[in-house]
């Protein structure tokens, strides 16, 4: 079956750590995104990609890095810089690098203590 | 002027009643209007979108009513069922991606 895997669905990490997060599809959608999500505030745009070896910063870009090796990959780094980063982390793509038909993960709730 | 404003934040409805969830807009290049359902500890699911050439559409119980002009979209949930109980996001689209209002927990009781 076609979807978008992330994992580890819930991660721990010690105060100043860098984690990364994977997020792998097997839809051979062009596009992939990350969102986190807060009690209120919906879904933030971290970072997204339109094709391999590029992606742009999205709302809240700071304190997050990602890469885009392969075109089913899009892994994001939490680093130590980023003040606030327990939340739930999720990871869309979508087909011809347009807004149409986001699929989404299932997510990966991050816990830094 | 690219956000997405919704309400209400939480919702709670009786079984076999009406569920309406509002999202307003600004940016007019918006182009592309979907609701999303998430259920706990999952990802959101597309449920129903609008382009702004249209002003209503239906799917079973859920139907989306657009105004173009007020810069306002709506979220209609028709004899809403306890296995409705979710939180629903509203999300408009540019080119290459889409703004999330910040969601609306709907609870259903039977």
């Known amino acids: 079956d076609g979807g978008i895997t992330q994992s580890p669905k819930y991660l721990f990490r010690k105060e100043g750590q860098n984690v990364t997060l994977s997020c792998e599809q097997n839809?051979?959608?062009?596009?992939m995104y990350w969102y986190r999500q807060d009690p209120g505030q919906g879904l933030r745009l971290i970072y997204y990609?339109?094709?391999?070896?590029?992606?742009q910063k999205g709302d809240i870009a700071e304190g997050y890095s990602v890469s885009r090796e392969k075109k089913e990959s899009f892994p994001l780094t939490v680093t130590s810089a980023q003040k606030n980063p327990t939340a739930f982390y999720l990871c869309?793509?979508?087909?011809?690098?347009?807004?149409?038909?986001?699929?989404f993960g299932s997510g990966t709730r991050l816990t830094v203590v | 002027q690219q956000q997405v404003k919704q309400s209400p934040q939480s919702l709670i409805v009786q079984k076999g009643g009406i569920s309406i969830i509002n999202c307003a807009y600004e940016?007019?290049?918006?182009?592309?209007f979907p609701w999303y359902q998430q259920f706990p500890g999952k990802g959101p699911a597309l449920l129903i979108a609008i382009r702004p050439d249209v002003s209503e559409k239906k799917e079973g119980r859920f139907t989306i009513s657009f105004n173009k002009s007020a810069k306002q979209f709506s979220l209609h949930i028709m004899d809403s069922q306890p296995g409705d109980s979710a939180t629903y996001f509203c999300a408009a689209g540019l080119t290459d991606k889409l703004i999330f209002g910040t969601g609306t927990r709907l609870q259903v009781f039977p």
């Open positions: 990609s339109q094709i391999v070896n590029d992606f």
């Open positions: 839809l051979n959608h062009d596009a």
């Open positions: 869309a793509s979508s087909i011809d690098s347009g807004v149409y038909g986001y699929t």
């Open positions: 940016n007019t290049a918006f182009d592309y």
